[in-house]
């Protein structure tokens, strides 16, 4: 197997859009911490 020469990090966004992905994650996050705490019981979709 022939390794790579190059590796590319894309940490601030700039080669690959993840605006999306980056907010869905952020809703799916808070709705897993709010699942099953007192008082929220019913949370609006969406959430965020």
Known sequence: ???PK??????DGVLI????????TVR???R???AGAKGFESLPDPLL
């Open 17 to 24: 859009d993840v605006s999306g992905s980056y907010r869905e």
């Open 1 to 3: 197997m022939k390794l």
């Open 6 to 11: 190059l590796i590319v990090f894309d940490m």
């Open 28 to 30: 799916k996050a808070a």
């Open 32 to 34: 897993l911490f709010f």
